[in-house]
Nanobody, 115 residues
Framework: QVHLTESGGGLVQPGESLRLSCETS?????????VAWYRQAPGKQREFVAA??????LTYADSVKGRFTISRTLAKKAYLQMNSLKPEDTAVYYC?????????WGQGTQVTVSS
């Protein structure tokens, strides 16, 4: 059973930055054909934030373009660099990995942006 574990969340003020990490229990993050970040704010549905494919194609939600960057290492981690954070970015952030026909989700990490 493959596990994904997110970390790096926290409480920050508007305009500050955070970097979230997603670590796989498998051999490599490249075991997944794609890795994505989603988020879910209180009372709202989970929404797509950013994704990176095995070939390196990057996709972003319009709401985070120019502020967030998804990346991955050559080993076991993917990242979400979040700059210029806004209160509306407050949510639980989840990592999702697709391997074959299976998708794997992490347990989430809380990001709170508040003054």
């Amino acid at each position: 059973q493959v596990h994904l574990t997110e970390s790096g969340g926290g409480l920050v003020q508007p305009g500050e930055s955070l970097r979230l990490s997603c670590e796989t229990s498998s051999r490599s993050i490249f075991d997944f054909s794609s890795v994505a970040w989603y988020r879910q704010a209180p009372g709202k549905q989970r929404e797509f934030v950013a994704a990176i494919t095995g070939g390196g194609t990057l996709t972003y939600a319009d709401s985070v373009k120019g502020r967030f960057t998804i990346s991955r290492t050559l080993a076991k981690k993917a990242y979400l660099q979040m700059n210029s954070l806004k209160p509306e970015d407050t949510a639980v952030y989840y990592c999702r990995g697709v391997r074959g026909t299976a998708e794997h989700w992490g347990q989430g990490t809380q990001v709170t942006v508040s003054s």
